[in-house]
C-alpha cells in the first residue's frame, strides 16, 4: 500500500469515526436525559433574561414617572439622533455577527455627542442671558433639557443591546 493510499484510509476511517461517535454521543444525551437538560437550561435562561429586562425597564419607567411623569424625557430629535447613530455604527462592524454589540456602543457614543451639541447650545444661549431672562432662560433649559436626554437614549439603546448581545453569545455557543 502506498503512503497516500494509507492517508486516505486513515482520513476515511477518521471521518466515519466521527460520525459514529457523534452518533453516539447525541443516543447518549437522548438516552441519560441530558438533551432534555440542554433544552430545559435554555428555556429557564430565556425566561430569566426576560425577566431582567422586564424588571430594569419597570425601574427606568418608575423613575421616569416619579420625577413627573414620560411627557419631559420624550424628545423625538434626541431619539432618532441615538437610534441612527446607534444604527450607523452597527453597521459600521462591517459583519451582522457583531451589529448588536457595535449599535450599543454607537447608542452611548451618540448620546455623549448629543449631550455635547446640547451644551454647546447651552453655552449659545447662556451669551445671551444679559438680554431679559424669560426667553432666554426657556431657550437654556430647554436646551439643557435636550442635551441630557441624549445620554439617557443612549445608555437605554446599550442596555437594550447588552441583552440582546448575550442571548446572540449564548446561540453561539449552543450553536
Known sequence: MSLIQRLIGSIIYASLTDEVDGYLNITHK?????FLQTKRDSIMNSIIKFVGIIVAIGLLFGAVVANGGLAKYLHINSAIFVIGGAF???LMAGNLDRFIERAGDGAVCFGWMG?????????DSY???SEPMSETTNEFMVALSIAIT???????????SLAFLAQQQDEDVDA
Open 150 to 160: 441624549t445620554v439617557l437614549y443612549g445608555y437605554i439603546v446599550k442596555m437594550l
Open 115 to 123: 449631550t455635547a451639541i446640547g451644551l454647546i447650545a447651552i453655552m
Open 88 to 90: 450607523a455604527c452597527g
Open 30 to 34: 437522548a438516552c441519560t436525559g441530558q
Open 127 to 129: 451669551s445671551k442671558l
